[in-house]
């Protein structure tokens, strides 16, 4: 099956910093997505895309399929920013893939 | 508008009880999942339905059982927890198979 592998693991920053979080995939996929998980447990759509850019305010998301790769931006940090971020991918009938998660904490 | 509804939130089993997770989504959504997360982990899948009907087991299949009741409802049951069962598991459907997911939020079993 797909094998997917997020990057850093960990990553500690504070407020108003920039960051950028990566998700690499094994195999060629047609389903993508980014969930922000936060502090009570709650996974929140970020972004479904399984190619191309989308911005959402200070976050933006670009999946490049053919390199089997896809980026989260965060821009100007905030408190509430903090949590772990995942990347999820599928392919065909499959269904999504978790990665292993990106931790981000956010300092005043 | 819900989305998609988990009952209990919370739960703590005697090793050996049954019990079953109950999820409904409002989005007529034709494909439904059960996952669960352990600590430190990402989302790893139990069993999902693909459409009303269906069901077919994921990569942790062993010691659920899951019914499709109807295209809102599917449920999750555990016939004898085990400690190794506790975890926290979420529900999760989608319109087709290439389309966003949408999760419920979670539940926490713990198993004793």
């Known amino acids: 099956g797909i094998q997917v592998e997020q990057s850093p693991p960990d990553l500690i920053l504070q407020e108003g910093a920039n960051s950028t979080l990566r998700c690499n995939f094994s195999?060629?996929?047609?389903?993508l997505q980014w969930f922000h998980q936060n502090p009570w447990g709650q996974l929140i759509n970020l972004f479904y895309?399984?190619?191309g850019t989308k911005q959402n305010g200070r976050l933006s998301a670009t999946t490049v399929a053919t390199e089997r790769y896809s980026l989260l931006y965060i821009s100007s940090s905030q408190t509430t920013d903090s949590g772990v971020y995942f990347c999820?991918?599928?392919?065909?009938?499959?269904?999504?893939?978790f990665g292993q998660g990106t931790r981000l904490t956010i300092n005043p | 508008n819900a989305g998609v509804t988990q009952t209990p939130k919370f739960q703590v089993l005697k090793t050996g009880q049954s019990m079953t997770l109950q999820c409904a989504q409002d989005?007529?959504?034709?494909?439904m999942y059960w996952y669960r997360q352990d600590p430190g982990m990402g989302l790893r899948l139990i069993y999902y339905s693909a459409s009303e009907g269906t069901t077919d087991k994921g990569e942790v299949p062993n010691g659920y059982n899951v019914s499709r009741l109807n295209k809102r409802e599917f449920s999750l049951r555990l016939e004898s927890a085990a400690p190794s069962q506790t975890s926290v598991y979420f529900c999760?459907?989608?319109?087709?198979?290439?389309?966003?997911?949408?999760f419920g939020q979670g539940t926490r079993l713990t198993v004793v």
């Open positions: 999760a459907s989608r319109a087709t198979l290439n389309t966003e997911a949408f």
């Open positions: 195999d060629s996929v047609n389903n």
């Open positions: 989005m007529n959504h034709n494909s």
């Open positions: 895309i399984p190619s």
């Open positions: 999820a991918v599928g392919k065909g009938a499959q269904k999504l893939v």
